[in-house]
């Protein structure tokens, strides 16, 4: 099912990654390799510690790494500067947390409003785009509610809106179902495996939950900063 490399939407190529210097030196990544295409539902799945926060902040251009190269379609993301790396993260990456990071005092509506009001699109064009990602996520009718005011599984669909609004090229979720219960977080699966299969949309989640990495296409093992092996889930063939 993987694409041949060059297909790739997002590849690490011997990836790297030091923290600290001297004595406090830490060797987090050493020298991983794995590729993501457009339209699949990847899982990463591992000990804590093995590296796949480093790994998702890498692909999030919130941080760099230090050898190796992750290319974006095709694209060497190390020879970007900050501005561009910035402009590929606002332009082409959604993210979604475990904790939501909704903005309490605000609707629903205008946490999803938030990426557009940075992309200066006026008020009216704001409220058609947002109101369209709150239907997707089956919240067209809790629009102005605030976070306070909803379930923990709506208010991460309102922030699976808000990594949407923007269409973005890839989805990054972050143990998206860390705080919800089983059922909640099983409908929260649902959504995602239905935004991949009916809009196409690209998925990396990292998720310590066997049940969770089921809905994907295929899961990514990280042993102690490494990729140790892949494997598709059992019931899809
Ligand atoms: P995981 O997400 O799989 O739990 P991480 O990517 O968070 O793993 O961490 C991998 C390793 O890198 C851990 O041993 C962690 O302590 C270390 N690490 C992560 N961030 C830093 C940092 N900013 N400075 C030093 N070490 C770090």
């Known amino acids: 099912m993987a694409a041949a490399d060059n297909d790739a939407l997002i590849r690490f190529q011997q990836v790297t990654k030091r923290y600290g210097q001297g004595d406090a030196e830490f060797l987090a990544l050493k020298g991983v390799d794995f590729s993501v295409s457009s339209g699949e539902f990847v899982s990463l799945m591992g000990p804590s510690g093995s590296g796949k926060s480093t790994v998702m902040n890498i692909l999030g251009c919130l941080d760099v790494l230090t050898d190796g190269e992750y290319y974006f379609r095709g694209v060497p993301v190390s020879e970007l500067d900050r501005n561009q790396r910035a402009l590929l993260r606002r332009n082409h990456i959604g993210f979604v947390f475990q904790g939501f990071n909704l903005l309490a005092r605000t609707s629903a509506q205008e946490n ?109 093992h990280f042993v102690d900063g490494k990729v140790d092996r892949e494997e598709q889930p059992q019931g899809r063939g």
């Open 112 to 220: 999803v409003e938030l990426p557009l009001v940075y992309r200066g699109l006026n008020k009216k064009e704001r409220n058609r785009l947002s109101m369209a990602a709150l239907d997707k996520v089956g919240l067209g009718n809790w629009a102005h509610h605030h976070p306070s005011e909803l379930s923990g599984g709506q208010q991460q669909r309102v922030a699976i809106a808000r990594a949407l609004v923007t269409t973005p090229s890839i989805l990054l979720a972050d143990e998206p179902t860390g705080n919800l219960d089983t059922e909640r977080s099983q409908e929260i699966m649902e959504l995602m495996a239905e935004l991949n299969r009916e809009q196409n949309l690209t998925i990396l989640m990292v998720t310590h939950e066997p049940d969770m990495a089921e809905y994907s296409h295929r899961i990514i």
